[in-house]
């Protein structure tokens, strides 16, 4: 019999810091101060209360990552910008889900972002509320919560279709499965792989992400493509729908 250990959510969720960048979430208990403070949080971007052209975060982010990867068309950044803002999102719900047995509340008004920083990008949370850790809170959390008004934000103003939005949530999500998986065995925790799998599963299961690709243990093969084979030297992702980069 497996003995699943849990541990109640503490205010600097420092369980997360050993699992690596993408799962670290920063947060400033109480009234947000210093460079934190002066981030935008992810519901003024979702809602275009930042979008002079200089404060704009999420046009920010896509320029900067065009530039960074010679993208020859800026869609091609803003499905990565995205991929990476999804995979941050689920990491830290589904890393203090499986440590925590809990999540803080996620809400967009609550999550401060640096569109200026390197990769993973840096998420600050203002204030830490425990929600409960299953598949239906995760889902409101994320998908809801974040998953669905970026993507809308992102589709009005770049030509992306909802397969390939949707298709880097499921990839994002099984990413992040399959770190926690690897740093679980690693460690010797049966227990947290052991939920991990079974968690992300039931997330598969959601009408949003069960047409997303097929998912065999950790293992994931996606449906769709981020377009990263598009940009110079870019190549295939590992769980992409291509066996070869598509030519013109």
Not at 113 to 119: E, I, K, L, R, V
């Amino acid at each position: 019999m497996v003995l699943l250990v849990l541990v109640d959510l503490d205010p600097d969720l420092t369980a997360l810091a050993p699992l690596g960048g993408f799962f670290v979430l920063r947060t400033v208990v109480a009234a947000p101060h210093g460079r934190a403070g002066a981030l935008p949080t992810l519901g003024q971007m979702y809602d275009g209360t930042e979008r002079d052209a200089c404060r704009d975060p999420l046009t920010f982010r896509v320029q900067k990552v065009a530039t960074a990867l010679r993208a020859p068309e800026a869609r091609i950044a803003a499905s990565v910008a995205h991929l990476g803002l999804a995979a941050r999102l689920w990491s830290a719900a589904l890393g203090c889900a499986v440590l925590y047995g809990s999540i803080p509340d996620l809400d967009a008004r609550l999550l401060r972002w640096d569109a200026d920083a390197s990769a993973p990008d840096d998420l600050w949370l203002t204030e830490v509320h425990p929600l409960p850790g299953d598949a239906g809170t995760l889902v409101d959390a994320v998908l809801h919560g974040h998953l669905e008004p970026l993507a809308a934000t992102l589709r009005a103003r770049h030509r992306l279709a909802k397969g390939l939005l949707w298709g880097n949530a499921g990839s994002a999500l099984a990413g992040a499965a399959r770190e926690l998986d690897r740093w679980a065995r690693a460690n010797r925790r049966d227990d947290t792989a052991t939920r991990a799998r079974a968690l992300t599963a039931e997330l598969f299961r959601h009408p949003l992400l069960s047409g997303t690709g097929i998912l065999t243990g950790t293992a994931f093969r996606r449906r769709s493509c981020c377009l990263y084979y598009r940009v110079p030297g870019g190549g295939l992702c590992g769980d992409c729908c291509f066996t070869r980069a598509p030519t013109a």
